[in-house]
C-alpha cells in the first residue's frame, strides 16, 4: 500500500462563490487506499438534505475499485482510461445522528428531516472516464470524458478540460449531465443541483490534501480535507520551494471563523478567504445565512536568516469583497461585491528542513490581517447585517504553508 488517505467534507467549503444553504450535499467523507501498482479502493459517505422544497433527506455509501489504464501516445502526450466498479447503498444510513449530535456540539440547529424508509437500498455501479493529455514542462493540460451508470439509481455523462501542475495541483471546468430513477422524489431536487456548469480543483500535496467544487448555475458546491497517513513512509528530497499552497482559519472581530485557501509563486499568491453560514449576531433566527468571501492578489515579503526559527512576513494584497445575504435559504437580500486592499502580518514558524515530508516542506504561520473596503457604506443591506459589511475587517488566525519541490 502506497497511501492510506482519510478525509471530510462539508457544504460549507464554497471558496466566497455561491450560497452555502446547508442544504443538498450536506456533509461527508472518506477512505481510500492506493496500491503500488495503482490500484485503489474507495468508500465514500454522503448526505443530502432538502430543506426547502421537500423537507426529506437520504444518504449514500459508495464502495468500490478503481484502476487506470495509460497509453502513452509520445514523449510529451498521452491517454489514459480509468475504470471503476462498486457498489452505491442508498437510504436511511444513519447520518442523521452524526450530524446532529456534530451541531449540538457546536450549538447548531439540528437538522431533523424525515427518510422516506428505515431501511437501505443496494446499487451496483460501473464507471469510465477516458483522459487526453499534453505535458508542457511541470504543466499537464487536457481534456476528459466520463460516464457512470448506477443501477436503479443514476446515470452520469460529463465532459471536462483541466490543467494539472506538478502532479499535485488539477483544476477543472466542465460540464456533467444526470439522469436519475427518482427513487426519492428530493434525488430529482439534488439533480438540479449537482448538474450542469462545474469548477473544481484537487489538490494532494503528499501528507495535506484538499477538494472543492462548485456548479456555477446553482451555486452548490462542497469541499473536503484529508491526510494521508502514509506519507511520512516517504523518503525526504525537498531542497527547494518552486510553488506554494496554503490553507488556513482566521477569525473576524465578530468571531467568525475564515477559511483561507491560498496559491503562491514566489512571493506573489492568489487568494481567497470566505466565511458562511448563520450570523452569531442573530443566533436566533438560523435560517438567515450570510456569505463573505474575497479574492485577493497579494505580494508578500519574507525577513530571514538562514539560522532563523522564526521568520517575520510581510505582505499587501488588492483584490475584491463579496457580501451575500439569505433569508430563508430562497431570498437573497444583499448580494454586493467591492473592491479592496489588504495588509497581513505574519510571523512563520520553523526553518527550511524542520518539518518535511517528501518534496513537501510545512511551516505553519500566525497571521494577522486588515482590509479595507472601498464605497462600504454604499451597500444595500439590513441593520443586523451592518457589522459584516466594513469597510474596515480585521482577521486573526493560523495558516499552514505547504512548500513543494518540482525538481
Known sequence: MSSLSIGTGNDWYTMGLGYNQDDGFSF?????????????????????????????????????????????????????????????????????????????????????????????????????????????????????LGTSYTHQWEFLLEANTFVSYGGFLTIRLGYIEKFVEGLYPSQKIQEQRYEGLRLAYVYDGGLFQSSFFTFLGSGASYGSFGLDVLAFKRPKTYTQTDFTFTSGILYNMEGHQNRLVAFSFGPISLETRHTNGPMLNRWEDQNDRMNLGSWQLGYRWEFKSLSAFFTPVVKVS?????????????????????????????????????????????????????YYVFNADSITTVEYFKPHTGPWIVMAGIVLDIDHDLS
Open 318 to 370: 488588492a483584490g475584491l469583497h463579496r457580501f451575500n445575504l439569505q433569508q430563508n435559504y430562497t431570498t437573497t437580500l444583499v448580494e454586493e461585491i467591492r473592491p479592496s486592499i489588504g495588509m497581513e502580518v505574519g510571523l512563520k514558524i520553523g526553518n527550511t528542513h524542520w518539518w518535511v515530508v517528501g518534496n513537501t516542506s510545512y511551516h505553519p504561520r500566525l497571521a494577522v490581517a486588515l
Open 28 to 144: 461527508g467523507s472518506s477512505l481510500e487506499a492506493t496500491f503500488d501498482n495503482n490500484l485503489s479502493f474507495q468508500t465514500f459517505i454522503r448526505s443530502y438534505t432538502d430543506r426547502i422544497q421537500s423537507n426529506r433527506r437520504y444518504d449514500e455509501i459508495q464502495i468500490g475499485a478503481t484502476y487506470p489504464f495509460l497509453f502513452p501516445a509520445m514523449h510529451n502526450a498521452g491517454i489514459g482510461i480509468v475504470g471503476s466498479a462498486g457498489v452505491v447503498l442508498s437510504g436511511n444510513l444513519g447520518l442523521q445522528t452524526i450530524q446532529n449530535r456534530f451541531h449540538t456540539l457546536i450549538g447548531r440547529d439540528q437538522v431533523t428531516l424525515t427518510y422516506y424508509e428505515d431501511q437501505f437500498k443496494s446499487h451496483p455501479y460501473l464507471a469510465l472516464k477516458a483522459q487526453a493529455g499534453y505535458l508542457v514542462s511541470n504543466t499537464l493540460v487536457g481534456i476528459e
